[in-house]
């Protein structure tokens, strides 16, 4: 017997029904592996997005303590700057001091250079001037321009040591 027509009509509609069923399953099923391999990308950038995070809160910190150093040097710098000048000052200063007394010297050391030229032209007058009374009076001349050298003291003298004196030469 042939098989009736409702019968074969529900038959293929559900075979229809079926297969589309099957297709969303193989659609659900396709979908599902996508969701898990989107998932498992989305961890690593996750974790990549995170070990980035530690690596720039490093970088952070080291440029935070690389700046408060590059201060600590300026700051360090401007003293040097400060102190080096400060010498410098100190070192011109005593300069102007040391020229200062120099000068002083020198010209004490001229004033009694022309001092000991007055007197010697003074005592040069003098002699003359007693030479000429002596002359004028026929008295022998008690000074002469030989001038008498005195003996060279001696130094101490040679005392020989006994034992146990310690010589300090």
């Known amino acids: 017997m042939a098989p ?3 019968c074969t009509r529900a038959a293929t509609s559900l075979r229809m029904k079926q297969i589309a069923l099957d297709n969303k399953i193989r659609t659900i099923r396709h979908l599902r ?8 990308g989305l961890a690593t950038i996750k974790k990549e997005h995170e070990s980035i995070q530690v690596a720039l809160e490093a ?3 080291t440029i935070v303590g690389l700046t408060e150093i590059g201060l600590c040097m300026s700051k360090k710098i401007e003293r040097m700057k400060a102190r080096k000048q400060h010498i410098r000052e100190s070192h011109l200063e005593c300069h102007q001091k040391m020229q200062a007394r120099i000068q002083a010297a020198e010209d004490s050391i001229q004033e009694k250079q022309l001092i000991i030229e007055a007197l010697v032209e003074e005592k ?5 001037t007693i030479q000429g009374l002596q002359e004028n009076n026929g008295a022998p001349a008690p000074f002469d321009d030989e001038w008498e050298e005195e003996p060279e003291e001696e130094g101490p003298e040679d005392i020989p040591m006994g034992e146990g004196e310690i010589d300090d030469e």
């Open 59 to 61: 970088s952070h910190k």
């Open 33 to 40: 592996v996508q969701l898990a391999t989107e998932r498992r």
């Open 4 to 6: 009736s027509a409702p």
């Open 124 to 128: 040069a007058s003098l002699l003359q």
